[in-house]
């Protein structure tokens, strides 16, 4: 048994994988600091890289990937560091449920630099603090779940990805607010919003999914999208259904020839739209598709969850 473990520690800890191991390491905590990414993708795109190594190499280059990566995360893509373990943030979350009465509600964390001096120098402000927010919430009448929305595109593009990257949620909103303005303006209560290069990134709030000959689509996160909780939830839901799910580049085009089109986010859940810029979507009705998931989203969060 000691002649086993001697072999093993003298396998893995030789020259050769121990540099396999750091370069593991390092390319993980990319991976992991990055908005959008996570120790899973990481070890599910390099995995074909092991293909043509040894099972030490492979399993160690893989396991320095996925523990980098999850170190990775930890580094906030703004330098702002959470001042609270992931544990103490569920316990407070509940807490502030059970202090509002809040069942079936909106959560909402801010976190803060903390009080400070005027200026721009983040260091000037004394430490991070954390502000939870459990009230109500309802973006649209239960009509538009029925019938649908009605949309447009509007002028004000998406902030670029190396400004204001969208992929971090920020209460930056001045953006999304601009667009909203021209919504309201155009007697619409949602948008589309287009990145720089002209192709669909999302609405002021929402991201924006669309059916197309059995395939389900949505604009990847490259274009300027938020990487939505609903968005990731209808993903897996979609896929559970037996829907193929794609993220490729769209444009306008795209969504007016859609055969269903809505919208998701975490306060809006699951909403249809039915009309783009005049333009009627598939039967100007809701989709099978639109309905099936709007149903089985309020299934998983009618029994998923903690009890508080």
Request: charged letters at 15%.
């Amino acid at each position: 048994m000691l002649e086993l473990l001697q072999q093993g520690f003298g396998a893995v800890f030789s020259i050769h994988i121990l540099m396999l191991m750091a370069v593991g390491v390092a390319m993980g905590i990319v991976f992991g600091a990055v908005p959008g990414l996570s120790a899973t993708m990481a070890v599910a795109l390099c995995l074909p890289l092991t293909f043509t190594m040894g099972p030490q190499a492979g399993l160690s280059l893989l396991v320095a990937l996925f523990i980098g990566a999850t170190s990775g995360g930890l580094i906030s893509a703004i330098l702002l560091k959470i001042p609270m373990s992931h544990r103490a943030i569920c316990a407070a979350v509940r807490e502030a449920c059970k202090r509002n009465n809040i069942r079936d509600g909106y959560i909402r964390l801010v976190v803060t630099r903390g009080a400070g001096t005027l200026g721009l120098d983040p260091n000037r402000c004394s430490k991070p603090q954390v502000i939870i927010i459990a009230d109500k919430i309802q973006l649209y009448p239960a009509t538009f779940y029925k019938k649908g929305l009605e949309i447009v595109t509007v002028p004000t593009t998406r902030n670029h990805t190396n400004a204001v990257n969208p992929a971090i949620k920020s209460l930056n909103y001045l953006n999304n607010i601009l667009a909203k303005i021209e919504a309201i303006n155009a007697g619409c209560v949602e948008a589309i919003m287009l990145n720089s290069q002209g192709f669909v990134a999302e609405c002021t709030g929402d991201n924006v999914f669309m059916l197309k000959g059995g395939r389900l689509l949505t604009p990847p996160l490259a274009a300027g999208a938020l990487y939505g909780i609903t968005r990731g939830v209808a993903i897996e839901l979609a896929k559970s259904l037996g829907v193929e799910v794609t993220e490729p580049n769209l444009t306008r085009y795209d969504l007016y020839n859609a055969d269903e089109e809505f919208i998701t986010g975490t306060a809006a859940e699951v909403v249809p739209v039915v009309k783009i810029d005049g333009r009627q979507i598939g039967t100007g009705k809701p989709g099978k598709l639109t309905k099936n998931l709007i149903k089985a989203y309020q299934n998983l969060t009618n029994s998923t969850g903690e009890a508080i």
